[in-house]
């Protein structure tokens, strides 16, 4: 491809020849080159784009469990809390029967109360007022790899990125994968094609969101309306620990779980490589054997592995690849696993690509 730059007269005065093949060198990523994030850098996301999609609240509707408050202006007497049953009704002192509530709305139930108050002669121009005083009715639950597992009450339309954000975010060995558990409805609607929707039972349906989705497409599409009775669960991911003097940034990295297998040589792209000193040929994953829960040592070859000379090795979660430097003496499994114990601040991180 060529460029010629003119003067304003119209006569050339410099002309640039750029090969193909250079700019596909110059635009291409270099391997390894992922973006990487924290998992604070992650929550921040998570809680900067719940506040940007806070609904107004609403009217919401009244269920079995709610506590309500009802107050009868200038009649004392008649104000009180009262609870709604399991059944949906609630028990009003000289009203006979019981007076179903469950389905609707405070405001609703106001002009019920007023109307029934007029039809039994208690008070001839009621004015009353009615707030959910303790909602339990709508709970939706979040568990799994969250830094604060809670059930919250969707006193209002409440979004997937808002559940998220009240929970904390999620933690540092959080999947890549979101699952919404919820009874079938009719507002509970398939999310189309841009994620996976499996039925998990003939009354039942679990969503299946991407983290990365709902994070890195800016589409609406996946931050989908949560309600009353969903349980939010974040899977948890393996960490593989990148350890050694002879790897540029040591930490943990989450292993990806949505189909894409994690190699030592990913491991050493995602950890930005090798130090100019690193003894690529003596590393070793440490690994704990499932059986015998003994450490087991393995030699990895990675310059080999680089030149096609040895088959990359697949890491496991909570794997250890050590890569010493030149001056390092043999890997010590207690050291390492020493570096890498709860509450030591190995950095976590996340590819984010």
Do not use: W
Not at 202 to 219: A, S
Not at 255 to 264: A, K, L, Y
Request: proline share 5%; hydrophobic share 40%; charged share 20%.
């Amino acid at each position: 491809m060529s460029v010629t730059i003119r003067r304003a007269g119209g006569r050339p005065c410099l002309r640039l020849v750029l090969s193909l093949s250079v700019l596909v060198v110059c635009c291409a990523p270099a391997y390894g080159q992922q973006k990487l994030e924290t998992p604070q850098q992650t929550n921040e996301k998570i809680q900067a784009f719940a506040s940007l999609g806070q609904g107004r609240p609403v009217d919401t509707q009244i269920g079995a469990g709610d506590l309500l408050h009802v107050d009868v202006f200038d009649v004392p007497e008649l104000s009180r809390d009262v609870r709604v049953s399991e059944t949906g009704d609630i028990g009003y002192p000289l009203i006979p029967g019981k007076i179903s509530v469950a389905g609707q709305t405070p405001s609703m139930v106001e002009a019920k109360l007023q109307q029934l108050l007029v039809e039994n002669g208690l008070v001839s121009h009621p004015q009353v007022s009615v707030f959910v005083k303790e909602q339990n009715s709508h709970p939706i639950s979040v568990v799994g790899a969250v830094n604060h597992p809670m059930v919250l009450q969707a006193a209002r339309p409440t979004t997937l990125l808002e559940v998220l954000a009240a929970a904390g975010g999620v933690s540092d060995n959080a999947g890549s994968d979101i699952l919404v558990t919820r009874k079938e409805r009719a507002e509970g609607a398939m999310v189309k094609k841009t994620s996976a929707t499996i039925n998990a039972g003939p009354e039942q349906q679990v969503i299946t969101i991407r983290l990365q989705d709902l994070l890195e497409t800016g589409n609406a599409i996946y931050n989908i309306p949560v309600y009353g009775g969903d349980v939010v669960s974040v899977p948890k991911a393996g960490v593989v620990y990148v350890m050694g003097a002879g790897i540029a940034q040591q930490g943990g990295y989450v292993v990806e779980n949505h189909g894409e297998q994690i190699t030592v040589l990913r491991a050493v792209a995602l950890a930005h490589g090798l130090t100019g000193y690193a003894k690529a040929n003596s590393a070793v994953i440490i690994r704990t054997n499932p059986v015998t829960g003994k450490k087991e040592r393995i030699p990895v070859q990675i310059k080999k592995i680089e030149k096609h000379n040895a088959e990359d090795v697949p890491l496991e979660a909570n794997d250890i690849l050590y890569i010493p430097d030149s001056a390092g003496k043999k890997v010590l499994a207690q050291g390492t696993e020493a570096a890498i114990g709860v509450g030591s601040g190995v950095a976590i991180y996340r590819a984010a690509y």
